[in-house]
């Protein structure tokens, strides 16, 4: 399991940080994992999978 910090995630989603964190107050996007005081980061392959979901419902 790779853990990303939201600079990755800000990468490979297009979105801005704002967007991303409400998002998940939305709960529409994968929730961060703390690592401690003042660091997050995201569970790659659930950021994987949420892009791939968006993806498929293109249609």
Known sequence: MRLIKLKEVIQK???GRS????????GTFPKQVS???KSVA???????EWIEE????RG
Do not use: N, P
């Open 19 to 26: 967007t991303i964190y409400e998002f998940m107050t939305k």
């Open 35 to 37: 690592l401690g005081a």
């Open 42 to 48: 995201w569970v790659e392959a659930e950021v994987d």
């Open 13 to 15: 989603t297009s979105l």
């Open 54 to 57: 968006k993806v498929r419902g």
